[in-house]
């Protein structure tokens, strides 16, 4: 098991904790991270985007004038898609981009992306955050006294205070431990892990 130290929020050493190398401690595969993010960033997409056929198009069907004789090219009825106000052709219609991953790889992603940080020494463990109010200013306070900048802050539980307090200072996003992800986890520099969420996570992923 690797054995890591836990600061408390002004950056001093006050004990040290261990994490499970079935979590902690596997073997980094740039692939299968690759599909999970992939899936991540697809499951996003709306795919709500439409357009009018010329079917879909109110208007008369009528054709506009005589086949022959007029000079002019053939036309048919106002709704072709060569005529302003016409339908559009071959546009796009409402789909879903969702990516099927399976739960075992999903899981084993998450591991992944976790181990990675601790390899690179990008993980923190924190003993906890305390702040008495919604206050940006004490919040920016702590990540100068950890000399930090582009983090991940996972939290064990609801915290207002932290969240609110996190919200304006760009680079810094703070998630709860349920919703713990590899896209999130990749795109942050560093990520920090208040201690109680490390039992959570362990027990998700066990």
């Given at each position: ?13 006050i ?43 109110k ?18 009825d ?28 999903r ?6 992306a976790?181990?990675?940080?601790l ?5 923190t ?19 100068a ?39 999130d ?22």
């Amino acid at each position: 098991m690797a054995v890591v130290d836990v600061l408390n929020q002004t950056g001093e050493k006050i004990a040290q904790t261990e994490l499970s190398d079935s979590c902690f401690n596997v073997d980094v595969k740039p692939s299968v991270l690759h599909t999970v993010v992939k899936m991540q960033l697809a499951n996003r997409r709306a795919g709500t985007v439409s357009v009018k056929n010329r079917s879909d198009v109110k208007g008369s069907t009528r054709k506009l004038f005589r086949q022959k004789g007029t000079g002019r090219a053939r036309r048919g009825d106002a709704k072709s898609p060569l005529l302003r106000g016409g339908g559009v052709a071959f546009g796009p219609h409402p789909k879903s981009w969702a990516i099927k991953v399976p739960k075992k790889v999903r899981r084993l992603a998450l591991k992944m992306a976790l181990s990675s940080k601790l390899q690179n020494e990008s993980l923190t463990v924190l003993n906890g955050i305390s702040l008495d109010a919604i206050k940006t200013k004490a919040f920016s306070s702590i990540l100068a006294d950890l000399k930090l900048d582009n983090v991940l802050f996972i939290t064990p539980e609801k915290d207002i205070n932290v969240e609110l307090s996190s919200r304006n200072i760009p680079g810094v996003k703070v998630l709860r431990c349920d919703g713990l992800n590899v896209y999130d986890i990749l795109k942050y520099r560093h990520l920090v892990l208040l201690q109680p969420s490390i039992e959570q996570i362990e027990g998700r992923l066990s």
